[in-house]
């Protein structure tokens, strides 16, 4: 699959068999996160690898949406010092390692964690540390069932516009 391909054929995915991630596909998903620019190239965000039942269900309680994430094998958790934190960053990690990880075959969906001290207990943050968000990853059910929220793209001409608004 092409870069392009994998960009546009990527869909948000919240249905995951229980087969394990292989090593060398999880190191290449997060090498493809790992090589995301960071604003003055600090690179403060870190990666935390999710794989307990115990864990997942209490990071499930950090997000206002996220009672399923313990379903997938993996969730991908991005933290950093709060002092520090870029989302724009984060959102750059994340959409490299959903992009890498579809052409592997592996299914994603970034999730928004709106309650910062639910996730900092989850995992053991230090007090001055956020995650903000986490990616789930696995391996798609065969047949994944349509999105209740399945819509059409918003066009090209209504989504662009050049210099100003009008």
Sequence with gaps: MDTYQAII????????????????????????????????????????????????????????????????????????????IRLFDVGRQAQNMMVAAHAEGLATCPVTLQHPDKARAAVGLPDDWEMPMVITLGWPVEEVPDSPLKRERVSIDELVRRNTWS
Excluded: C
């Design 9 to 84: 054929s990527k869909r948000d995915i919240r249905h995951y068999t229980d087969k394990p991630i292989d090593d060398e596909v999880l190191q290449r998903v997060l090498q493809a996160g790992r090589m995301a620019g960071t604003a003055k190239n600090e690179e403060n965000n870190r990666f935390i690898l999710v794989d307990d039942q115990g864990v997942q269900d209490s990071l499930a309680l950090a997000g206002d949406f996220a009672a399923w994430i313990g379903s997938s094998a993996l969730i991908i958790g991005f933290a950093a010092p709060a002092s520090s």
